[in-house]
């Protein structure tokens, strides 16, 4: 059973803190992901990452930045966080088989910024 | 980069009537399709996914169906049941590496 697990459930942080948000998964996925999800808006993806150290940038990657140091863990990092990024945050890993498969998500990260 | 589409955005439907959303996508080289039910508080989980080489999936009372000449795909449920009220989100994907949700759809089943 995947499991994919998000550092905090709920973060308060300040205008202009740096922020770490972090995401551990325990089934060797190769590809991780990190999403915002706003209402009426979706989930639009921020950052993913296909291999240990390779990253990419997706929809809205303004204002974040990523790690990937270790194929279980995948980071996202908010340099100075600002009141838009109040948001709630998923990550998301699945297997690089052919042709696309299931993605796995955490339990999400609610921030709030002050 | 790929724009998917998703309508309506709220669905209310009484119990045991069928429930259809649908999507568009724009990039034609988007070869796998899932599509992702949340619950309230809970996190986005896969209830059935298509690929490109296929028409049309069914798992039990969920069907998907795609268009590829269209660019089109569609969530069927039949007999809808209160435990499926739920936001439901398709996506569109290349291969999996990078994946465009939809802005999903809000359905109520009502008793």
């Known amino acids: 059973d995947v499991k994919v697990t998000q550092s905090s459930r709920y973060l308060v942080k300040r205008t202009g803190e740096k922020v770490f948000l972090e995401c551990v998964q325990d089934?060797?996925?190769?590809?991780m992901f990190w999403y915002r999800q706003d209402p009426g808006l979706g989930l639009r993806l921020i950052y993913f990452s296909y291999d240990v150290k390779m990253k990419e940038k997706g929809d809205i990657p303004e204002g974040y930045s990523v790690s990937r140091e270790k194929k279980e863990r995948f980071s996202l990092i908010l340099e100075s966080a600002s009141t838009n990024q109040t948001s709630m945050y998923l990550c998301?890993?699945?297997?690089?088989?052919?042709?696309?498969?299931?993605?796995?998500f955490g339990p999400g990260t609610r921030l709030t910024v002050l | 980069g790929e724009n998917v589409e998703q309508h309506p955005s709220t669905l209310s439907v009484q119990e045991g009537d069928s429930a259809v959303i649908k999507c568009t996508y724009s990039d034609s080289a988007s070869n796998y399709f899932p599509w992702y039910k949340q619950e309230l508080g809970k996190r986005p989980q896969l209830i059935i996914d298509i690929r490109s080489n296929v028409g049309e999936k069914k798992d039990q009372r969920i069907a998907v169906t795609l268009n590829k000449t269209a660019k089109h795909f569609s969530l069927h449920i039949t007999e809808t049941q209160p435990e499926d009220s739920a936001v439901y989100f398709c996506?569109?994907?290349?291969?999996?590496?990078?994946?465009?949700f939809g802005t999903g759809t809000s359905l109520t089943v009502i008793p």
């Open positions: 998301a890993s699945s297997s690089r088989l052919a042709g696309g498969t299931e993605q796995f």
């Open positions: 996506a569109a994907s290349i291969s999996g590496n990078q994946f465009y």
């Open positions: 089934m060797d996925h190769e590809n």
